[in-house]
C-alpha cells in the first residue's frame, strides 16, 4: 500500500531519556501533561507526528493483515466513552496539526476527516460511527473495523481505554495495540489495571493502590508517565507471540554479544487522558527506540543508565529479560569511559535502599 506521508515533511522525532536520576522506578511517576522537556512543541501535543510516521503505520498494516484480533479488541466498551474518546481525538488531531488534518461536513448528518498523511477521508455519522473511508489507493487488508480502528491507523500512537463501573469495578475496556512491548491486547482486554499489572516486578499493587491510581487517571490529570527498557532488535512491535515471519523473532531473548554489540533503548511516552463524566480514560502510547551506541557515547546518559541498572533487582531484570545480560551490557558501556563498577557491597546497599522506596 503506498503511503503518501514519505513525500511530506515531518518534524523529527522528540527525544526522551527518562533515566536522569540512575534507578528503575516501575511506579506510576506522573508528571502533568505538557511539561517542557526540550522538545518545543511536541511534548505539548498528545498526538506526535514525526519522521517515522511511515514505519509506525506500516507497522501498524502489517500487524492487522497478520491478525486484526490479535492487535485490536474491544470488551464492554459503552457508546457514551466511545463516542466521548473519538470526539477527543479528532479535536487534538486538528487543533494540534491542522495541516495535515482537515474536519469537514459533507453534509447536516455527515462528518468528514481528511488525513493527509494517508490520503483518506474517514466519514462519520453524528455519533462518529464510521460510514466509509474515501481514498485513492488501496485499502489496508483488512479494512477499517470501526471509527477507533481508523483513527488509529492514522497516528503513531497505540491506544487503550480503562473503563471503570459506578461500583468500583475497572478494566480495559479497549485497546489497540500493534506496537506491543511484551503483552498481548487479546490476553489482557477486559482485565483489571491490578490484574494487567501483576507480571510487574517491584511494582506496589495491591488491590488499594490499584484503585487509587484508576481513580487518579480517571478523575484528574491529564498525566505524563515513562517506561523503558532495552531490547536487542530495532522493532516496534515486539508481540510476546511474533509472527514466524518477523526479523528476529527466534533471536528476541538472545544474549547480548559486546564483540557484536545490538541494543536499543525502547522508551515510551505515555499520556493518561481523563475523562471523569465517563468514568474513563484514555492511554495514549508512543514508542521511541535509540540504538545504546548513541547513548554509549554520551557519558552522562551512559553513567544514569549503567546506574539504573545496577539499581534493578533479580526480579526487575527477569521481568525486563535481562537476568542473563546486564553483566555484559554494563560492561560493554562502563568500558567507553573506564567507568568504575560499584563493589558488591554496594550494590547490595543499592537495592536495599530502592526497595525501601
Known amino acids: 500500500m503506498t503511503d503518501i506521508s514519505e513525500n511530506i515533511p515531518l518534524a523529527q522525532a522528540a527525544s526522551y531519556f527518562p533515566l536522569q536520576d540512575g ?29 517515522n510516521f511511515a514505519t509506525c503505520r506500516q507497522v501498524k498494516l502489517d500487524a492487522r493483515q497478520e491478525r486484526l484480533s490479535k492487535y485490536y479488541r474491544t470488551q464492554n466498551l459503552s457508546a457514551e466513552v466511545l463516542t466521548s474518546i473519538l470526539r477527543f481525538i479528532i479535536e487534538r488531531l486538528t487543533l494540534e496539526h491542522p495541516r495535515l ?39 489496508p487488508s483488512p479494512d477499517y473495523h470501526d471509527a ?27 485497546v489497540h495495540l500493534c506496537q506491543a512491548n511484551n503483552w498481548a491486547a487479546e490476553e489482557k482486554i477486559g482485565q483489571s489495571f491490578q490484574t494487567i499489572h501483576e507480571p510487574v516486578a517491584g511494582m506496589q499493587n495491591s488491590k488499594r493502590d490499584a484503585e487509587a491510581i484508576v481513580n487518579t487517571i480517571v478523575k484528574k490529570g ?32 538472545r544474549r547480548f554479544d559486546p564483540l557484536h554489540p545490538s541494543l536499543y533503548l525502547r522508551v515510551e511516552r505515555q499520556i493518561l ?48 529479560c535481562l537476568n542473563k545480560n546486564r553483566k555484559p551490557v554494563v560492561k560493554w558501556l562502563a ?23
Request: hydrophobic share 35%; with cysteine.
Open 273 to 320: 487522558w481523563p475523562f471523569p463524566e465517563q468514568q474513563a480514560a484514555l492511554f495514549t502510547i508512543h514508542t521511541y527506540l535509540t540504538d545504546c551506541h548513541r547513548i554509549r557515547d554520551n557519558r552522562e546518559q551512559n553513567k544514569q543508565l549503567i546506574s539504573a541498572l545496577n539499581s534493578m533487582t533479580k526480579e526487575q531484570l527477569k521481568y525486563k
Open 101 to 139: 488534518f482537515q474536519l469537514n461536513s459533507q453534509s447536516e448528518k455527515d462528518i468528514a476527516l481528511y488525513c493527509e498523511l494517508t490520503d483518506e477521508t474517514l466519514v462519520f455519522d453524528h455519533k462518529l460511527r464510521l460510514i466509509r473511508v474515501e481514498r485513492n489507493g488501496p485499502a
Open 23 to 51: 534507578t528503575y522506578d516501575v511506579g506510576p511517576a506522573l508528571k502533568d501533561f505538557g511539561i517542557d522537556l526540550g522538545n518545543t512543541v511536541a511534548d505539548q501535543q498528545v498526538f506526535q507526528l514525526d519522521e
Open 148 to 174: 477507533l480502528d481508523a483513527l488509529a491507523c492514522q497516528i503513531q500512537e497505540d491506544l487503550a481505554i480503562i473503563s471503570k463501573s459506578p461500583f468500583g469495578r475497572d478494566w480495559l475496556a479497549a
Open 222 to 253: 491529564p498525566f505524563l508517565r515513562f517506561a523503558w527498557g532495552l531490547t536487542p532488535e530495532a522493532e516496534l512491535n515486539q508481540h510476546p507471540r511474533p509472527c514466524l515471519s518477523s526479523a528476529g523473532s527466534k533471536d528476541r531473548k
Open 335 to 357: 568500558s567507553k569511559y573506564s567507568i568504575s563498577q560499584p563493589s558488591r557491597s554496594l550494590k547490595k546497599a543499592i537495592h536495599i535502599l530502592y526497595r525501601k522506596r
